[in-house]
């Protein structure tokens, strides 16, 4: 199984403001993905992290709100800009695709905890 | 456009009880399937996952999910739930193999001791 870091694991925000959550994986994955769970609600996908190249964005999501890197295979960072209370939400990296017998099982990091005041 | 529906939002059980909760989608070619459960104050966590073979997976603390392909279903259940397992509960489907995965609505589970 591939275990997921993520940082910070919480914060609070002010309005306007921008924070990036890094996510470290502890072996090389060929995916890697950004969730958003809003206050009691499911998990609905950001984007997908490309190595190398632009992340690809899931509808009602945009680059210039969460831009994303991922500059190798075990790592990637979200960015929330511009930050508003509506983004209070915990943020989940996602990985999978290590290969072996853990074939394209999804792993998820323990969430970045945002809340903005 | 693909979807996953979970048809119980929120179920109270006693100690002992089964349990099963209900998870349908709606894509009629190959999916992985997966369970994933979120303890109060705690980060998702992989249940149980179906790829290919046995349609009944057994994942871990004795919790088990069958594959129905002609449903379109995969259902989670339990024969004997204990206070520990209070939690939500969310199915999740991985289409094409891609591994973007569609999440159901999570169901909260609330096990009274």
């Known amino acids: 199984s591939a275990v997921i870091s993520q940082k910070p694991s919480r914060d609070i925000c002010q309005r306007g403001t921008s924070l990036t959550i890094q996510c470290q994986v502890d072996?090389?994955?060929?995916?890697m993905f950004w969730y958003r769970q809003q206050p009691g609600q499911s998990l609905t996908l950001i984007a997908t992290?490309?190595?190398?190249?632009?992340?690809?964005?899931e509808s009602g999501f945009v680059i210039d709100k969460f831009p994303i890197s991922r500059p190798n295979l075990t790592f990637s960072t979200l960015t929330v800009s511009n930050m508003s209370p509506e983004d209070s939400s915990i943020y989940l990296c996602?990985?999978?695709?290590?290969?072996?017998?853990?074939?394209?099982?999804?792993?998820f990091g323990e969430g970045s905890w945002l809340t903005v005041v | 456009a693909q979807s996953v529906s979970q048809h119980n939002h929120h179920v109270i059980l006693s100690e002992a009880a089964s349990l099963e909760l209900g998870c349908n989608y709606s894509?009629?070619?190959?999916?992985?399937l997966f369970w994933y459960v979120q303890y109060p104050g705690q980060h998702l966590q992989l249940l149980l996952k179906y790829f290919s073979g046995d349609p009944l997976v057994k994942g871990i603390k004795g919790f088990e999910a069958e594959f129905i392909k002609s449903k379109f279903s995969f259902n989670l259940r339990k024969p004997s739930v204990q206070w520990s397992d209070t939690a939500e509960y969310f199915c999740?489907?991985?289409?094409?193999?891609?591994?973007?995965?569609?999440f159901g609505q999570g169901t909260t589970l609330q096990v009274k001791p």
């Open positions: 999740a489907v991985n289409i094409k193999n891609t591994g973007k995965l569609i």
């Open positions: 992290a490309n190595q190398g190249s632009e992340a690809t964005y």
């Open positions: 996602s990985a999978g695709g290590a290969g072996g017998n853990s074939g394209n099982t999804i792993y």
């Open positions: 072996s090389q994955v060929t995916m």
């Open positions: 894509y009629g070619g190959t999916v992985n």
